[in-house]
């Protein structure tokens, strides 16, 4: 499930007929958005209900442009006006999408994808760009508008930078069509197909090989964010509240070189209630790795403590959820280091450094980590002292 999003003028269809081009199933939510309210559905007498009959056409439709007039700069009228179409609309695509085929990748159309709050909804959010002005230019060319008009559609949707903090790609729509199309073709292949393949597969997308460890990314804890807003929403039917999930890890400690893999860890009563939740996890694209897992108690009464590790089918974003008892120790260690690297510039430091010499001595990612472990027990005791002297709660 992709959501499709960017502001008026964007290019946003040309983007949809593209991926259709390649056998993407198109929910184009804007035509469903007339379909509710066509006349002779529920929808339809609802708006007349609340709006009165001057929004009703010659035709017997309802009369688009002037129910937008009515709504436009009214926030009330607006509101009630999306409370009879968006539960339609989400019903609508959920009947769509159920009749998919098993291997199809389903791409939501949705305008205010972002205003809505549906991004997380959705295993990918694709948004389309377009400079303000070219977007102006092609509104007014294009659909009509005057400039003032074009200007004000614009004005009232989301900004370019909150609907940049939702997408997990962005597509620059400045360039002519052949562009366009070559950046959708590369996306198609590398991307959305081999996701599509290893969430039907129910696999993870396979690891490094190697242990490549990279400059700070000031990227990563947003897409921790997204990450940790789609496992909330996939599991919050399941929990009847949100998931306790967090970023943990070297990609979670500003300034510290990691790999470039987005660790989290969802906290859990009991490892059956991981397991209860597994398929879920799975179904939103995090399937559980096979083998089993346990974490190093660094000293703890009980050497080791088991655990459930599910990794992301996205080939592009590599994740590890770490699925751990709430007060296990395992689950301390990992908010205890996050926050002591976090606290203590000389110990992050000191940690960077010796990443980069097991690197150079560990060409394998095996090695690489059998390498960090006297170094995770010293952590262990210097993050214990730090706790102690400052009061450090997990949390």
């Known amino acids: ?26 929910i184009d939510a804007d035509q469903l958005a007339r379909e509710v309210v066509a006349a002779g559905t529920t929808g339809f007498a609802e708006v007349v209900e609340a709006f009165g009959a001057t929004v ?26 999306e409370s009879i179409i968006h539960p339609r609309v989400r019903a609508r695509t959920a009947e769509l999408a159920a009749h998919a085929p098993a291997d199809a990748i389903v791409v939501n159309d949705v305008p205010l994808l972002v205003e809505t ?24 060319g294009q659909r009509r508008m005057t400039r003032e008009e074009a200007t004000a559609r614009i004005a009232a949707q989301a900004d370019d930078a909150r609907r940049r ?44 090989a190697e242990p490549r460890v990279v400059a700070p990314d000031p990227a990563w804890p947003a897409q921790a964010e997204r990450g940790i807003a789609r496992i909330r929403h996939a599991l919050r ?32 009563e009991t490892l059956a209630e991981a397991d209860a939740l597994a398929d879920s996890l ?49 689950w301390r260690f990992a908010l205890l280091m996050r926050d002591h690297l976090r606290a203590v510039p000389q110990a992050r430091d000191e940690y960077a450094e010796a990443k980069r010499n097991w690197t150079r001595e560990h060409p394998d990612v095996g090695s ?7 170094w995770f027990d010293a952590e262990a005791w210097a993050a214990n002292d730090w706790a102690e002297r400052t009061g450090w709660q997990p949390g």
């Open 1 to 26: 499930m992709v959501g499709l999003t960017g502001g008026i003028g964007a290019g946003k269809s040309a983007v949809a007929g593209a991926l259709v081009d390649r056998g993407a199933v198109l």
């Open 56 to 81: 009703v056409g010659p035709d017997g439709q309802l009369d688009r442009p002037a129910l937008g007039a009515r709504v436009f700069g009214d926030e009330a009228a607006r509101r009630r006006l």
């Open 117 to 140: 709050g549906l991004a997380p909804s959705y295993h990918l959010v694709i948004v389309v760009e377009a400079d303000a002005e070219t977007r102006v230019a092609r509104l007014v």
């Open 165 to 208: 903090a939702a997408a997990d790609i962005v597509i620059d729509n400045e360039a002519g069509l052949a562009e366009l199309d070559a950046r959708v073709d590369a996306l198609w292949h590398a991307r959305l197909r081999p996701y599509e393949e290893n969430l039907r597969a129910g696999r993870a997308a396979p690891g490094q």
């Open 237 to 268: 039917s399941r929990l009847g509240r949100d998931a306790d999930v967090t970023h943990i890890g070297s990609t979670a400690v500003p300034g510290l070189p990691a790999k470039d893999l987005i660790d989290l860890m969802l906290a859990v």
């Open 282 to 330: 799975a179904a939103a694209g995090l399937p559980r790795r096979p083998g089993e897992w346990a974490d190093n108690a660094r000293g703890i009464p009980g050497e080791t403590w088991p655990k459930r590790l599910h990794g992301s089918a996205d080939p592009d974003r590599p994740v590890n959820l770490h699925v751990r008892v709430a007060g296990s120790p395992g």
């Open 368 to 374: 690489y980590a059998e390498a960090k472990e006297p």
